[in-house]
């Protein structure tokens, strides 16, 4: 029998972190608890965590602040649950790197299969570089293994998380027609109709640091999504 995947907690609520443990544990999982991101870093440096749960209010460093550093120097992929759950705290949480943002309270089936969501996709992907390392398009360049997008002067674009993550999947499947459910599992994992907002505001930063001097590189499909209109070629 394979060894048990284990799920860290991170909320400053005692309540929150023993039902959110109680339920998960009830499934399998080995869940451990942390009340802030202190206490975060040091069990992450302790013990193997497969998943982190992370609550955006916390004493000391915010959930966003830790979600960035996690995304910057570790592997685990990252749920924020928050009762902040505007649409800007949405895009803010997944623009830090988190991989699904759930608002409290929520259903605990529901957390349950967006765990589960996320693990799958998560191993999908754990372990690989992906096949194609460098893509060019009108003279634009984008590094995966780097995380960099350069221009056609040779320029390096800042790009978030957020987008970048977008960029990629537009680059993999050019001249496609992708809705913005495609665009948002492909690039953050299976979300809800109030996400739909998070993905244009991606793609329409994108837009603007996609500077094109033949025309437009990423075209709305009225009623149906967006399309990355240039072709794409390996490095």
């Keep these: 029998m394979g060894e048990a995947i284990s799920i860290l907690v991170v909320d400053d609520d005692p309540g929150i972190r023993e ?3 109680e339920s998960l544990g009830g499934h399998g999982f080995q ?11 040091r069990a992450l440096d302790e013990r193997r965590i497969d998943l982190v749960i992370l609550d955006v209010l916390m004493p000391g460093e915010n959930g966003i602040s830790a979600c960035r550093r996690l995304a910057e120097t570790r592997r685990q992929p990252v749920i924020m649950l928050s009762a902040m759950d505007r649409p800007s705290d949405r895009v803010a949480g997944l623009d ?3 991989d699904y943002y759930l608002g409290k309270p929520c259903n605990p089936r529901e957390l349950l299969a967006v765990v589960r ?4 996709r998560s191993a999908a992907g754990d372990g690989a570089e992906p096949a194609v390392l460098r893509v060019g398009f009108c003279g634009w360049t984008v590094d995966f293994a780097a995380h960099e997008l350069k221009d056609p002067a040779g320029v390096l674009v800042h790009l978030t998380d957020g987008e ?8 993999e499947r050019p001249r496609r027609i992708l809705t913005r459910e495609q665009l948002l599992d492909a690039a953050r994992g299976p979300d ?4 739909d907002r998070a993905v244009d505001v991606q793609v329409s930063r994108l837009r603007r640091k996609l500077r094109a001097l033949d025309g437009e590189l990423i075209r709305t499909v009225r ?5 990355f209109v240039p072709a794409t070629q390996k490095l």
């Design 19 to 21: 039902v959110i443990a």
């Design 164 to 171: 970048f993550a977008v960029l990629r999947v537009f680059v």
């Design 192 to 195: 809800s109709e109030s996400f």
């Design 96 to 98: 830090s790197g988190a």
């Design 117 to 120: 969501a996320t693990l799958r």
């Design 31 to 41: 869940v451990f608890t942390a009340p802030d991101a202190r206490a975060m870093e």
């Design 223 to 227: 009623n149906e999504g967006y399309m």
